[in-house]
C-alpha cells in the first residue's frame, strides 16, 4: 500500500507539473487544429482534472494514514476509483503534452501505467475478488521467487 500511495501520488504530482509546463510555454502551438484541440484540453484540465487530482492526492495521503490504523476502507476506494480513472477521462486528452519536456510526459504515462496495475491488483486483494490461484500466476504478479514467499508463511504452513 506505502508502494502504491507513492505511485498514485507521482502520477497526480506529474499530471500537475506537465499542466504547468505547458502553461509556463509563451509561444503556444500554431496550427488551427492544434490550436483548437489543446485549447479544449487546456479548459478540461483546468475545469476538471486538476481539481479531481489534487482531491485524489488529498484522499490517498488520508486513505493510507488510515490503512496504518488499520483501515483500508479508504485505500480499497482511492483503488477501485483510479480503476475507472481512464473511463472519466473519456474525451479529456493530454494533447498539450506533445508540447512539453518528453521527459515529463514520459513520467506522466509511465506512472500511470504503473499505478493502473497497482490499483487492480490492489483493489481485488482488498476487496477479496481473486479467483483461487490466480494470485500466483506470475503473468499477474510478475517473477515470484519462492524462498521470499516462505517468510509469510503462518506457523503450520507449508509450500
Request: aromatic share 12%; net charge negative.
Amino acid at each position: 500500500m506505502n508502494a502504491y500511495s507513492k505511485h498514485f501520488i507521482e502520477f497526480i504530482s506529474a499530471g500537475i507539473l506537465a499542466f504547468e509546463a505547458y502553461e509556463k510555454i509563451l509561444e503556444k502551438p500554431v496550427s488551427h487544429s492544434e490550436y483548437l484541440n489543446v485549447t479544449s484540453d487546456i479548459h478540461l484540465w483546468k475545469l476538471k482534472v486538476i481539481p479531481n487530482f489534487l482531491n485524489m492526492k488529498n484522499n490517498m495521503k488520508t486513505s493510507i494514514a488510515e490503512a496504518k490504523q488499520g483501515d483500508y476502507s479508504g485505500i480499497s476506494a482511492a483503488a477501485g476509483n483510479f480503476r475507472g480513472l481512464s473511463k472519466d477521462m473519456d474525451g479529456i486528452r493530454e494533447s498539450f503534452m506533445d508540447f512539453i519536456d518528453p521527459a515529463l510526459k514520459e513520467r506522466y504515462f509511465s506512472e500511470w501505467k504503473i499505478t493502473s496495475t497497482m490499483s487492480d491488483n490492489l483493489y481485488k486483494t482488498l476487496e477479496r475478488l481473486w479467483r483461487s490461484g490466480s494470485i500466483l500466476k506470475e503473468s499477474i504478479t510478475g517473477p515470484i521467487d519462492d524462498m521470499a514467499l516462505l517468510k509469510f508463511l503462518q506457523d503450520g504452513e507449508t509450500i
